[in-house]
């Protein structure tokens, strides 16, 4: 099949990923926080939220012996110590992976597709840019954490409350992107023509114009997931993301802050899994942007 040939072209960039450490680096380790998460059960956990006041405040590696629900005792190694409520903060840590990993795909997603629509839109028609991107301007005028703090606010507090706020404040960067790009595809000699043919709106878009947003896109989306990620921490350690009892790396933190001189590890663990995933999806992130960008695939 000829190089030149969608098909061609599609494998010659997936043989590239497969060539970048960037890309293959960022991408295991982020299937590694995802087994983990999806795995919680089976990692020699307890129950994120089981209380046991008996084993409050252990360093990591203490070892306590617990009773079973058919009342059977067991030792059971404390691998990152507990909390000020003697939860196992191990536990917590990996189940946390799953609200943190399902917040950031969630968020990305969501922005993702209705920034595209309203970007598409805003590009093209000139009535609707005016109003758009107006109220994007507004948007992008308060700070993020700001915004998502003020959404959290007037709702309830919870999963849901928490992905719609950030969704919002992510939303005009796709926007601003896909209607950039809008702008400058609508101008080629083969859009106009296009035009001039009588090719119907909406094919335009989906079939001339759409193509050439999906790879900056999905380089933005990936900057969304991790700043989604920290995000949800943030408000979480703030307090006013999601309930103390679901357990997230920014709860958790939040929770260990009060003797984090004496107890360093209630902090110190989900940070490391916060920072690490943060840093691989910033890496696959930068290494599509490396081989999608045109620019970048030459001088690679």
């Given at each position: 099949m000829n190089a030149?040939?969608?098909?061609?072209?599609?494998?010659?960039?997936l043989r590239a990923m497969l060539q970048s450490p960037s890309v293959m680096l960022g991408a295991a380790i982020l299937l590694c926080i995802l087994i983990i998460g999806l795995s919680a059960p089976f990692l020699h956990t307890l129950s994120p939220d089981e209380i046991n006041p008996s084993v409050r405040n252990k360093l990591p590696g203490y070892e306590a012996t617990l009773r079973d629900d058919e009342g059977n005792k067991f030792n059971f190694v404390?691998?990152?110590?507990?909390?000020?409520?003697?939860?196992?903060?191990?536990?917590?840590?990996v189940y946390?992976?799953?609200?943190?990993?399902?917040i950031g795909a969630t968020v990305a997603a969501l922005s993702a597709a209705i920034g595209l629509v309203l970007g598409l839109l805003s590009g093209y028609f000139r009535w609707v840019d005016a109003v758009v991107m107006r109220v994007m301007d507004g948007l992008m005028a308060i700070p993020a954490i700001l915004l998502a703090?003020?959404?959290?606010?007037?709702?309830?507090?919870?999963?849901?409350?928490?992905?719609?706020a950030i969704t919002l404040t992510e939303i005009p960067r796709?926007?601003?992107l896909v209607r950039s790009v809008v702008l400058s595809v609508r101008e080629e000699p083969y859009v106009e023509a296009a035009i001039s043919s009588g090719t119907p709106t909406h094919v335009l878009l989906v079939r001339h114009i759409l193509p050439n947003t999906i790879?900056?896109?999905?380089?933005?989306?990936?900057y969304i997931a991790a700043h989604a990620i920290l995000v949800e921490a943030v408000l979480s350690f703030l307090g006013v993301g999601i309930s103390p009892e679901t357990p997230t790396w920014g709860n958790i933190m939040a929770e260990g802050r009060a003797l984090f001189v004496m107890?360093?590890?209630?902090?110190?663990?989900?940070?490391?899994?916060?920072?690490t995933t943060v840093l691989a999806v910033n890496l696959f992130g930068d290494?599509?942007?490396?081989?999608?960008?045109?620019?970048?695939?030459?001088?690679?």
């Open positions: 030149t040939t969608p098909s061609g072209g599609r494998a010659t960039v404390h691998l990152m110590g507990t909390d000020s409520l003697g939860r196992d903060v191990y536990s917590r840590v946390g992976a799953r609200v943190s990993l399902l703090l003020s959404m959290v606010a007037l709702l309830n507090a919870g999963l849901s409350t928490v992905i719609l796709v926007v601003r790879a900056p896109l999905i380089v933005q989306t990936t107890l360093p590890h209630n902090i110190f663990f989900p940070g490391v899994f916060l920072a290494g599509l942007r490396d081989l999608l960008d045109p620019r970048m695939r030459k001088r690679l």
